[in-house]
């Protein structure tokens, strides 16, 4: 039997997909069935042509087009598909600058402020994305509040995200303590309490305090966290082990007030973050 070259296999092949996806932009005259065709390619999955449909219609539809706020918001969406989370944040955003009182608006200034937080990919890597991220979902709060209901699931994602924060500025620590550079450490661990208190690093931060202040001599302040840590983890193991011997921190009186000479170090800035 006969078998074809592989030059024609991928001829053939070739051909069947020019086929297949058989979407050229000069065949719609005009902007709706433009969009009418992007959505179509749209809902097929074929993002390529999505994106080249969405974005041309975003250049030539009229500022006051009701069809302009949808063909960002499926730009912006096809892109998310490809995996293309900054410009996907770039087109939602586009929806909240513009129509702020869309009906879209909450929605895409949800979606930005998640397409900037997956570019942040993990929290040992530069934060620049991330505090864009945490600025998009504040935004989103500020202007729709709790008159939106994705303003749960939004405070809900802040959560998450400061979570990171938190355990990038504990690493930074870790990596000062384990060079015994208690100094450095304990602005770390300080910043990570001030900032994130609630955090689940906020535990291991106060510890890693403890220990610190222990090795530097630092009792009152090794009294004063163990004092917290007392009462806040009654029953952990840890606190026991880490605190024993260090007698709880005298109540403070009414006329103690805080000192220059006392209050906390300036905390670090979290993009000078040692990279590990």
């Not at 390529?48 to 302009?68: C, G, H, M, Q, Y």
């Not at 966290?225 to 193991?237: E, G, S």
Request: net charge neutral; aromatic share 12%; charged share 25%.
């Amino acid at each position: 039997m006969h078998r074809p070259s592989w030059r024609l296999a991928v001829a053939l092949a070739v051909s069947a997909s020019a086929c297949h996806q058989g979407f050229v932009l000069k065949r719609y005259t005009n902007n709706e069935d433009l969009y009418k065709a992007g959505l179509k390619e749209f809902q097929r999955h074929k993002w390529d042509n999505a994106v080249a449909a969405f974005e041309k219609l975003t250049i030539e539809l009229p500022a006051r087009d009701s069809l302009l706020s949808r063909s960002f918001w499926y730009l912006a969406q096809a892109h998310e598909h490809r995996d293309e989370h900054l410009l996907a944040a770039q087109s939602f955003t586009r929806i909240v600058e513009s129509f702020p009182d869309d009906s879209l608006a909450d929605d895409a200034a949800l979606e930005a402020a998640r397409s900037y937080r997956k570019l942040w990919r993990k929290p040992s890597l530069d934060p620049t994305y991330g505090e864009t991220a945490l600025a998009t979902y504040q935004t989103m709060l500020g202007l729709y509040g709790d008159a939106s209901p994705l303003a749960p699931q939004a405070r809900k994602e802040v959560a998450e995200l400061e979570t990171w924060f938190a355990i990038k500025n504990y690493d930074a620590g870790m990596y000062y303590f384990r060079r015994h550079a208690y100094d450095s450490a304990i602005q770390y661990f300080r910043y990570v309490l001030d900032h994130w208190p609630d955090s689940p690093k906020a535990r291991d931060a106060s510890l890693r305090l403890v220990e610190a202040f222990k090795q530097i001599h630092y009792r009152e302040d090794a009294s004063e966290m163990c004092t917290q840590l007392r009462r806040k983890y009654t029953t952990d193991a840890d606190v026991r082990r880490i605190c024993a011997g260090i007698a709880d921190a005298p109540a403070p009186t009414a006329s103690t007030a805080p000192t220059p000479s006392t209050l906390p170090t300036p905390p670090p800035n979290p993009q000078l973050t040692p990279q590990r």
